[in-house]
């Protein structure tokens, strides 16, 4: 969370000289309302992520000593083959054509697409990748 909150704490010294030096050469109050807006959001990210490193213990990612076997966690489950991304991919393209063909394709593309979302989700509860 350090490097996180280090991230931060930069973008939020960025926005700190930026933003009056906006005001300077422009006298914009939108665009400089909008960098003291970013200046906040910024703070606040930074403090919120001091606040939670203090609570934790160090992550790998924190530690000079850290070696890189240290950080790696669980890389998750990656399908070998699927079908149903195409259909979703096929639905987006259909729904997409809708407001220039005609309404009634957005209708089409969200039945099939109610058809696709529900197949992509539970392609593992039967066939070969059953858990």
């Not at 309302?33 to 924190?62: C, H, N, S």
């Not at 309404?103 to 089409?108: A, P, R, S, Y």
């Amino acid at each position: 969370m350090r490097i996180e909150a280090r991230i931060f704490g930069v973008i939020g010294l960025f926005l700190l000289v930026v933003a009056p030096t906006y005001w300077l050469m422009s006298h914009e109050i939108i665009g400089t309302v909008v960098l003291l807006l970013g200046l906040a959001f910024a703070g606040m990210l930074t403090v919120y992520l001091v606040i939670q490193a203090r609570k934790m213990d160090l992550r790998a990612e924190d530690r000079k000593d850290a070696e890189i076997i240290e950080g790696v966690g669980e890389l998750g489950f990656f399908p070998p083959k699927s079908l149903w991304p195409f259909w979703c991919a096929l639905v987006v393209t259909i729904i997409a054509l809708g407001p220039v063909f005609g309404w009634w394709l957005c209708l089409l593309g969200a039945a099939v697409g109610i058809w696709a979302v529900s197949g992509w989700c539970y392609e593992y509860y039967k066939g070969d990748y059953q858990h």
